[in-house]
Structure formats: C-alpha cells, structure tokens
C-alpha cells in the first residue's frame, strides 16, 4: 500500500511554514529540505525547492512554486480541539503571527493557508438529534469569529 503525502505550494515560504506549524502543533515536524543542487531559470543553487514535513501527524510537502497559485478557502486544515485553552492557543499561534481571523472558527496563516480549530462541542452540538439545537448552535457559531466554547454550551443548553 503505498502512502499519501499532502502536496501545499507556497511562494518560496514553504522552509517557514513548516517550521511554523513544527512548533505550533503536536505530532508535527520539519522531516526534510531538498535545495537545488545548481542553478535554474528563477532560481540560484541552494533555494529550497521542497519541504517535507508532518502537521498533526499529516504527511505534506510544501513546493517552493512561485505566486501563480496563492491558497484558498477551498482547502483548509480543520484541528478538533478538546478545550477553549487549546482552541485560543491554535488560533492565537496562527493569528498573532501574521495569520488573519474570518468567521466561524476560520482562519488563515500568514502563507494564506486556511484553518478551521473546530471544538469539538461545537461539532457536537452541530450533529445533536434535536433540530433546536442544532439552529441555537448553529446561530451562535454564525456570531463568531474564533468559537467561544462556553457560548456554544450555552446556547446547546437553550
């Protein structure tokens, strides 16, 4: 069986970015930088051209391609968290470097990648049987920018 390896193209940040997520998230690491051995239309010997690297135990490589394909909302990395302390410690890491806040428990990183930090009492509340629950949850996550756990309980609770 042969592995999948994310593949996230940067424009020339992709040693950065790695590094970044490294020392932000758990079962992350910097595997590998592969460098250009010699010069290249564009580019000179020792540019990296690729990382290897692991987010949450995700294996990607970040490929160093220039501005043609900046990221999107079209893909974006959702990180369940257990508590409001590991949910603001994700969002303020990607935010207070650089990253910008959107609605609903989405943000992107400085590099542009979008993430979602997702509790799960949000989720939860999102899938509960009671249709009421899940309009309460539902409004009070449509208020948010980073979600407010206490605030998604409360409004879980009616």
Not at 70 to 89: G, I, K, L, N
Request: hydrophobic share 40%; charged share 20%.
């Amino acid at each position: 069986m042969t592995g999948v390896t994310l593949c996230l193209w940067y424009n020339g940040t992709a040693e950065d970015a790695a590094q970044f997520y490294a020392e932000t998230f758990p079962d992350s690491h910097v595997d590998a930088v592969h460098r250009a051995p010699t010069d290249f239309p564009g580019g000179a010997a020792g540019t990296v051209l690729t990382v290897e690297f692991t987010v949450l135990g995700l294996k990607c490589i970040g490929l160093n391609g220039g501005p043609q394909f900046p990221h999107s909302e079209a893909f974006s990395f959702q990180v369940a968290t257990e508590t409001q302390e590991e949910t603001d410690r994700y969002w303020n890491a990607i935010v207070g470097n650089g990253g910008e806040e959107s609605a609903c428990g989405w943000c992107h990183d400085k590099w542009g990648l979008r993430w979602q930090i997702t509790p799960r009492q949000l989720t939860d509340g999102m899938a509960d049987p009671d249709p009421g629950v899940r309009q309460r949850v539902f409004q009070a996550m449509m208020t948010m920018r980073r979600i407010d756990i206490a605030a998604i309980e409360a409004a879980r609770q009616g």
